[in-house]
């Protein structure tokens, strides 16, 4: 016997919703926020063929699935508290679903997020999640609050889930492999540093679409400009190998599936982002600084030899 | 030149969020919810090929889309406020989305919703929408209220949106099958009744799978059972003329789609209901009880003969 959409959701995505007042089960969840706060809300779709193979693992997609979306409540410096889920499957494998849900849910538990709704139906392999989180109010973290003199910072290294894709093409050892693959297919949201910027930053964005396209976004927003030193953008010891090859710059470049922030700060917050560096064991590097706005791109990005590098693939876009 | 997704969404998505602080645009929305409030959240997919036919109408299925979601929202007796919108395409053809966001924007204008974020991908027709309402704090209508010796009632007519699937089944007058289509295509969420109904209903749920099947979570979760009669049941004359019908008694009572509001409500509040009735011109109508919980199925269907009918398919599964 097949299992019926009410039975999945009962044996696979019901938990005791602590923070909710009623979770699901009914039309809707209810939910009370806390007092004093803004509610941050995002939701991203990963389509089977497009964001993900087919026969991709289905716990690493359930970590994934919510994992995008929490960086996102990160990058607005906000604390993730709600979920929902609706998913679209061929047919309803329980051995798939239950890896799926262990994915999400270990991760939902390990940032404190109670999955409150959501729907499942057959259909082509879909996964749209919303997060609902919260900033004390008129303290969020936006893509708006850049200015002319501040230091762009990068949070870990850039890159590697973009290597991973091209994995095939590069002579790698199968541990820097599984290495890249972990990067592309287990991101760590920055919850935490999301909630320490926001003290210290003026705007920040995830990587999501690479760093020149969500850089431009925060130059955009915040009718801004930046310089970017292509030699000061961290990256890890694998990338570090290939860093001269095109495909190495364009992992670095424009790559996207990091999900480590991007943020601008005044000088004067260097040294509070080395102590929240430090405290948090997150690395964190300036890697150029905003400018007034110019004609043409918002991002440029410096070479070793001083001259502006060319930028042929600057992100990722759906279509 | 193919739309990126930065331009679908801004050529057709976005709109000045009143009710937001933040809309689309940055890593996520930010929201403020009104004092004292609590939330309602939902989330619904729709997938080509089994909730529409692959070449529906765009603007139809905008409309519907959100309309579900509203739903769920009238539902619980909640002001819907805020929605995210995920859409996987398999081409971004603008004439398609342009017909479908003038759908989803409408029935939002019409309702005070903003769209404050989401995504757009390509891949199989999917279309994931969340709304997020607002109720006064501890007010929602749930489906855990019912008691026994309440009253069973139902909104509008049952049925038309399920007859409309076996149209081809009938002798119907274009004109005839017109009007049940636009049933099924262009639900009107039950948004006035809802809020009216906090005040004179213990509990509440849209039918969206089926009288049957509706009915029967609210005597689950509400440890319940229901008994209805079924010549009670207001349908529409086109359906009327094929009562007897098998076709006709199964969308009755099965059919899923109509998104008319049922719940239950003490004998008391007979009069208060009716009142609502005149005053909403909504069509309410009382066509059962609710008794102690027994053995077997929750909801019980008396035929003109006094005697339960029996009930082959009593809902819609998901899977």
Redesign the interface.
Known sequence: M?????E?IKRYFTHRARGA??GV?????????RRGV????????L?????FQKGADPQRLGHKALAVNL???A??G?VPR?A?????LPD?NERWLAAFARGFMRLARRHGVDL?????????L?I?V?V??E?P?GR?L???GARAGDDVWVSGTLGDAALALAAGRLRLAPRERRALATKLDMPAPRIGLGLALREAARSA??VSDGLVADLGHICE?SRVAAVVQFERIPVSPTLGRYRDRPVARAAVLAGGDDYELVFTASRGQRDAIARISRRLRVRLTRIGSITRPRRGRPVTVIGLDGRPLSLARTGY???
Do not use: C, Y
């Open positions: 097949p299992l019926t959409e009410f999945i007042v009623l089960g009914d039309d809707a969840a209810i939910l009370r926020a803004e509610l941050v809300v995002t939701a991203d779709m389509v089977a063929g497009r964001h960086s996102d409540i990058s607005m906000g709600w929902t889920l609706s998913i679209s309803a409150v709704g959501g729907d499942t139906t057959r259909g082509p879909n749209s919303q609902i989180g900033v109010a969020a936006r893509r708006d964005i995830d927003r876009s759906h279509f």
